[in-house]
């Protein structure tokens, strides 16, 4: 059968729930899109099972593997090209994204991140310690963004963003908790968007 749906790879280093989100989603709102590959610089994962039970290919790639940044940089995008990626979605790969992979996926590659950017970015902002620097700085919302990744670490256009209430007896995990969920929902939301910019 013949298909022109964009062929996505995920990049995932942890649970995968945003990876499984996205799956549902494609299927539940028909998106003219296919998850075919899951890279991850770890050989077990939440992502790597839930890819490997779903028929959906994976690629276990680290630095450690080759002889330099540069030949595992080159690797990547070797592995890409043979899988016929058309976009990247990051979904905590907690991994630096080699530039030579960042510029050739130009306006094809989206992160996610749990805070309302250009907030709470940037270097040492990832996982708990997002929501930590949140309640400290006694903001009373937060949320969730995804925009385009750049060599520049959380820089990137911003494409969607969601806000979710800090309530007042929340801590870090609780307010981690409101802030995936959102993304479960925003996610799939902006690459719908960007499906429907590069198709128009
Ligand atoms: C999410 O909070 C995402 O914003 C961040 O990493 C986390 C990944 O969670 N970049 P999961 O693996 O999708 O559950």
Redesign the pocket.
């Known amino acids: 059968m013949t298909t022109n749906k964009t062929r996505i790879a995920l990049f995932?280093?942890?649970?995968?729930?945003?990876?499984?989100?996205l799956f549902e989603a494609i299927r539940n709102k028909q998106l003219p899109a296919e998850i075919v590959l899951c890279l991850s610089n770890r050989a077990r994962?939440?992502?790597m099972e839930f890819a490997e039970q779903n028929g959906i290919a994976t690629e276990h790639i680290t630095e450690k593997q080759f002889g330099s940044f540069d030949e595992f940089a080159e690797k990547m995008v070797d592995r890409l090209k043979e899988h016929k990626i058309d976009i990247i979605l990051?979904?905590?790969?907690?991994r630096k994204v080699p530039d030579a992979v960042v510029a050739a996926f130009p306006e094809r590659m989206l992160?996610?991140?749990?805070a309302l950017l250009p907030k709470f970015g940037g270097e040492g902002m990832?996982?708990i310690h997002?929501h930590t620097a949140v309640l400290e700085a006694g903001e009373t919302e937060t949320g969730?963004t995804v925009h385009f990744v750049n060599e520049e670490y959380d820089k990137g256009e911003i494409l969607l963003q969601r806000t979710v209430p800090v309530l007042p007896d929340d801590t870090p995990e609780t307010l981690?908790a409101r802030?995936?969920a959102c993304?479960?929902a925003l996610y799939p939301d902006a690459l719908e968007k960007l499906l429907t910019l590069q198709r128009s």
């Open positions: 995932c280093s942890g649970s995968g729930s945003n990876f499984k989100a994962s939440g992502a990051l979904a905590g790969y907690m992160n996610i991140h749990p990832y996982g997002v969730a981690a802030v995936l993304e479960h």
